[in-house]
Each structure stands twice: as structure tokens, then as C-alpha cells.
């Protein structure tokens, strides 16, 4: 069983940044999805085992930046420009697949608790 701890949120102003981070041992590809209140999961940004390949959803791109310490075990999504509408819950989520694509929820194997960002306007 894989056990993935995010650390890093908090509350921010419109603006400004936050990095996110999950510790993860093992070989697998990792993911940052995030829920809003009222809404449904939805994919934030995903990397793969060698980080050579990163994906991100189009709200996010040019503000965020996934990346990985595989010497440390650790994935980070480094939110920058942060805006009211990215205010959720932040999952990393982690899948034994590590080609296909990343956006998808049911092909995630383990999930972590969840860490909560604001961003005040």
C-alpha cells in the first residue's frame, strides 16, 4: 500500500503562490487533481516516473509547474499567479501506469488525504 502526504497549503491572495508537495515512495507516475466545493474532481497536472513527460489542464498552464525529486520521493506543484477560482482541495494521486493519458481519475491506483488552498481576491 502506497501512502502519499501532501503538505503545503494554505490560504493566499489573488496573485500569489504556493507550492505544493507529495511524498511518495516507488516507482510510479504521479498526478495533482483538485476538487472544488460542489464540484467534481477535476485533473490539475501529471508527470511521469522520469519526468520527462508533464501534462496540464489547460486553466492552469503558464501558472503551474509539476515536478519531481525522485532521489527525494517527493512530486511538487509549484501554483503561481494563484486565482479565487483554484480554490479546492489538492490531491496527489499516484498510478503503476506510466504511459496513456494522465488526466483520467479511475487510472490512479492511490490517492492522498488532500490539502486544502484558498485564495483570497
Known amino acids: 500500500q502506497v501512502q502519499l502526504v501532501e503538505t503545503g497549503g494554505g490560504l493566499v491572495q489573488a496573485g500569489g503562490s504556493l507550492r505544493l508537495s507529495c511524498a511518495a515512495s516507488?516507482?510510479?507516475?504521479m498526478g495533482w487533481f483538485r476538487q472544488a466545493p460542489g464540484k467534481e474532481r477535476e485533473f490539475v497536472a501529471g508527470?511521469?516516473?522520469?519526468?520527462?513527460?508533464?501534462v496540464y489542464a489547460d486553466s492552469v498552464k503558464g501558472r503551474f509547474t509539476i515536478s519531481r525529486d525522485n532521489a527525494k520521493n517527493t512530486v511538487y506543484l509549484q501554483m503561481n499567479n494563484l486565482k479565487p477560482e483554484d480554490t479546492a482541495v489538492y490531491y496527489c494521486?499516484?498510478?503503476?501506469?506510466?504511459?496513456?493519458?494522465?488526466?483520467?481519475?479511475?487510472?490512479?491506483?492511490?490517492w492522498g488525504q488532500g490539502t486544502q488552498v484558498t485564495v483570497s481576491s
Open positions: 494521486a499516484a498510478r503503476r501506469q506510466d504511459d496513456g493519458p494522465r488526466g483520467r481519475l479511475e487510472t490512479y491506483d492511490y
Open positions: 516507488g516507482r510510479y507516475a
Open positions: 508527470i511521469s516516473w522520469s519526468g520527462v513527460t508533464r
